[in-house]
């Protein structure tokens, strides 16, 4: 039966108070006063009476009571992703960005996040979160989302986005999702930042499939493809590495085109 002690019921008001979905035993010692090991127990108890999840050793989940009967709940995976980095450097990227920001019509059953210390993959309860390390000095373009009504996550900016799928296409499902969502929200990409950004990621490859987006989905100018190709070098690359390495090359982006541009644009209108 899903019933409520005193000390329990104290848990769960402050918790919900708190507006935190992940929560661990100092939580609860903070909550009640408790010592680890009667904490300990109580969140034992509360997961044998169906009360509480257990998502990874010392981060449990409340159990919301309008799901009657059912014991298992995952929370909201960005903000269960973003509790578990707790103080380290990190921000929702790469195909989960995308969701957030409206630039992807496929579900995403993957949440990533860019992190300067990796963690171990979370896959609990069909609830599959991973983590891409960077550098701290990668750590830039990032604002603020709601990810729930009472949590806020950070997230790469629009730009951020659109340079982390060129940088890594296998982590948006491709160079045509991460075309096709640059499209889709080309009204309010800055080409200003998105020139910077892909320079200050150093990346050849990065440069080079952002000089062939800009013009395959008009964005920016004549200055900006200046920028881009001032930093050009001979060596070619693949526009999308997940793709078989065939196709013609362009000189203008010293890119070997592995993806049909008729299809590209197909896929825009979908």
């Known amino acids: 039966m899903k019933t409520l002690g005193p000390q329990t019921a104290k848990v769960v008001e402050v918790i919900h108070d708190r507006g935190i979905d992940l929560f661990t035993i100092a939580d609860v010692c903070d909550i009640l006063g408790l010592q680890p090991k009667a904490a300990s127990d109580l969140i034992r108890a509360a997961i044998g009476r169906g009360l509480?999840?257990?998502?990874?050793?010392?981060?449990?989940?409340?159990?919301?009571?309008?799901?009657?009967?059912?014991?298992?709940?995952?929370g909201n995976p960005y903000v269960v992703g973003h509790r578990l980095l707790g103080d380290r450097p990190h921000f929702v990227s790469h195909n989960s960005a995308m969701e957030l920001h409206g630039m992807t019509t496929q579900p995403q059953f993957i949440v990533r996040?860019?992190?300067?210390?990796?963690?171990?993959?979370?896959?609990?309860?069909?609830?599959?979160?991973?983590?891409?390390?960077?550098?701290?000095?990668?750590?830039?373009?990032?604002?603020e989302i709601w990810a729930t009504p009472q949590q806020k996550v950070p997230v790469s900016d629009v730009e951020r986005t659109v340079i982390d799928?060129?940088?890594?296409?296998?982590?948006?499902?491709?160079?045509?999702e991460i075309?096709?969502?640059?499209?889709?929200?080309?009204?309010?990409?800055?080409?200003?930042?998105?020139?910077?950004?892909?320079?200050?990621?150093?990346?050849?490859?990065?440069?080079?499939?952002?000089?062939?987006?800009m013009d395959s989905?008009?964005?920016?100018?004549?200055?900006h493809r200046d920028v881009l190709k001032a930093h050009l070098t001979p060596t070619y690359s693949l526009?999308?590495?997940?793709?078989?390495?065939?196709?013609?090359y362009l000189s203008r982006w010293r890119l070997?085109?592995?993806?049909?541009p008729d299809e590209l644009k197909m896929a825009r209108s979908t």
């Open 165 to 176: 799928g060129l940088h890594e296409p296998a982590y948006v499902g491709g160079y045509a």
């Open 113 to 143: 996040f860019s992190t300067t210390r990796g963690l171990r993959p979370l896959n609990e309860h069909g609830v599959e979160i991973r983590f891409i390390v960077r550098k701290l000095e990668h750590m830039f373009g990032i604002i």
């Open 239 to 248: 526009l999308d590495p997940v793709m078989p390495k065939d196709g013609p």
């Open 256 to 260: 070997q085109v592995n993806a049909d």
């Open 217 to 223: 989905c008009d964005i920016g100018g004549e200055r």
């Open 52 to 74: 509480v999840t257990r998502m990874r050793r010392g981060n449990f989940l409340l159990v919301p009571f309008e799901l009657g009967s059912e014991t298992v709940y995952t």
């Open 179 to 213: 075309d096709k969502g640059a499209w889709m929200r080309r009204g309010d990409i800055d080409p200003d930042k998105l020139t910077d950004y892909a320079l200050r990621l150093g990346v050849g490859a990065v440069i080079r499939r952002l000089g062939f987006l």
